[in-house]
Structures are given as C-alpha cells and as structure tokens.
C-alpha cells in the first residue's frame, strides 16, 4: 500500500459525459501527479500540482482540467468524453516535486475509465 | 522530442537472471528510475540511479548506466515468478518529471 488513495476504482460512464476522480496522496506529500495509462499511448504524464499550484503540464487535453485543494487532494476532471478517453488513470505523490532532484513518486491504485 | 524506448516482452525460467534494457533521450537527466507494475496495480518505485554513477546494486537488482549510448538496462538476478509484472524506465524530461517507456513484460516460467 503506497499510501495515495483514488476513488473511484472503476467508473463507467457514456460519449459526451463528465466525469470526477479524486486523489488524496500520500500524508506530508506536497505534490501531486496525475497520468494516462493506455494500451496505445503507454503512461502519459497529464500534469502536476505543488502545494495547490499548477507546476508542470503535459500531454493534457482542454477537455481535462485538475486542481490540489487546501487540504491537498486533488481532482482530475473529464468533459466531453470520448471513446478513446477510456484508460487507467493514475495519481501519483511526491514530498516535493522539484525539479533536477530526486522526488519518489508514490503511486495511487488508478481509477478505471471505460467510456461506452 | 522525449523518447524512452524498451522491448516490450521478455520471458525467463525461473532461477534464471533477467536483464531488461532501455534507452533514453535526455542526456541532462540526473536520475533515471526503473518502476514495476504488477497486475491491476500502481507502479512501484523499484530502484534509481544518479547519472554520474555507472552502476547500482540492490540485493539481486542491479542497474547499469551507459551514459554515452544513453542505455540503461536492469538486471534482476534468480528471477522468481513473483517477479513476473511490467517493467517501466523513466526519465524526467523537461519541465516533465518523468517520462515512462511503454514496459517491458516480463514472464517467468516455472
């Protein structure tokens, strides 16, 4: 157990939908990860959160925004799904995240996506 | 642009060492990371390597850096079946923490 907690594991849900997933990372991490797992992709890093602040940003769609709470959680919203959001999608904490030094990465369980 | 590349399958016997390869594109990377991924799993940090060194051991895990050829590669020693999962190189790449290779599988047969 890594400690980083996802809800919900699996979510179904249909084209054109909205959907939420929640992050609460791991106690005393200030940092938070969000990424893609797909079978055609591979692990795709979405974006990064620093104590509330957007830090870093990847291959995110518009359709896809994120925030870090006060309390540190963070969420991962999805708009307008299509067939092809459907993935794993990890959240991941580090206790910074700076770059150029070394920020173990704990990962969550992932949370589940099939878009019917 | 970032590319960390890997061969996506590789089979073993039980008892037998693995040795799993990678290469990667940034050759400022200070650290390069090895992650595994078990079924219906997370990743989970394995081990890590600092770019100025060549090599790390970690019990029956050992990591080579080649920082000319830009190869990486893992060697797992006595390879048992619950070594069995996905393993992922990674590197940070920019402003990106890290960027994964798409995994290697790695079977082991009994």
């Known amino acids: 157990d890594s400690g980083v907690t996802q809800t919900p594991k699996h979510l179904i849900t249909a084209t054109g939908q909205r959907v939420t997933l929640r992050c609460s990372p791991r106690?005393?991490?200030?940092?938070v990860y969000w990424y893609q797992q797909s079978l055609d992709q591979g692990l795709q890093f979405l974006i990064q959160y620093y104590n509330g602040e957007e830090r870093a940003k990847g291959n995110i769609l518009e359709r896809f925004s994120a925030q870090q709470f006060p309390d540190l959680h963070s969420e991962l919203n999805l708009s307008s799904l299509e067939l092809g959001d459907s993935a794993l999608y990890f959240c991941?904490?580090?206790?910074?995240?700076?770059?150029?030094?070394?920020?173990?990465?704990?990962f969550g369980p992932g949370t589940r996506l099939t878009v019917l | 642009g970032e590319d960390v590349e890997q061969s996506l399958f590789l089979s073993v016997r039980e008892g037998d060492s693995s040795v799993i390869n990678c290469t990667y594109t940034d050759s400022s990377s200070t650290y390069l990371y090895w992650y595994k991924q078990e079924p219906g799993a997370g990743l989970q940090l394995l081990t890590y390597?600092?770019?100025?060194?060549d090599m790390k051991q970690d019990q029956r895990l050992t990591v080579l850096l080649n920082k000319k050829d830009k190869h990486l590669s893992l060697r797992i020693a006595d390879t048992q079946t619950g070594d069995s999962a996905i393993y992922f190189c990674?590197?940070?790449?920019?402003?990106?923490?890290?960027?994964f290779g798409k995994g290697t599988r790695l079977s082991v047969i009994a």
């Open positions: 991941a904490s580090s206790v910074t995240g700076s770059p150029g030094i070394h920020n173990e990465q704990f």
């Open positions: 990674a590197e940070p790449w920019g402003n990106t923490p890290l960027v």
């Open positions: 390597i600092f770019s100025n060194m």
């Open positions: 106690s005393g991490d200030l940092s």
